[in-house]
C-alpha cells in the first residue's frame, strides 16, 4: 500500500486536503512529502481510523509509540509533532496537543 493510500481509505480526498492546506502555508515540497509520510503512519498506527473522529489521547499514544518503541531520533519526533499539529490545526481546523513528545 503507498503511503497516502492509507489517507484515502481513512478518509477519501484526505490527500487533496492536506496538499491544499500546504500550499496555502506556502511550504515546499520536501515539507509536504514528510507531513504526508507522518499523518499516514499516524492513520496506519490507528488502523485506517478517521483522524477527525481521533482525540488527542490517540495523538499522544503515537508520539509514545514512536519516541519509546520505535525510538525516533528527537528530530523525527519533532517532524511527526510538527505534522500532526499542521494536521490537525490546518486540515482538520481542531486543536492538536501541543509539544506532547518533545520530552
Known amino acids: 500500500m503507498d503511503i497516502t493510500q492509507a489517507l484515502e481509505q481513512s478518509r ?5 486536503d492536506v496538499q491544499a492546506a500546504i500550499r496555502k502555508r506556502q511550504l515546499n ?3 509536504e512529502q514528510t507531513y ?3 499523518i499516514s503512519r499516524f492513520v496506519l498506527f490507528h488502523d485506517l481510523k478517521d483522524p477527525a473522529h481521533l482525540a488527542a489521547e490517540d495523538q499522544l499514544l503515537f508520539l509514545d509509540y514512536l ?3 520505535i525510538r ?3 528530530a523525527r519526533l519533532n517532524q511527526a509533532t510538527q505534522a500532526l499539529t499542521f494536521f490537525y490545526e490546518d486540515v482538520l481546523g481542531k ?3 501541543p509539544n506532547a513528545a518533545v520530552a
Open 12 to 16: 477519501p480526498s484526505m490527500v487533496g
Open 29 to 31: 515540497q520536501r515539507a
Open 36 to 38: 504526508l509520510h507522518w
Open 67 to 69: 519516541s519509546n518503541k
Open 72 to 74: 525516533v531520533s528527537r
Open 95 to 97: 486543536t492538536a496537543t
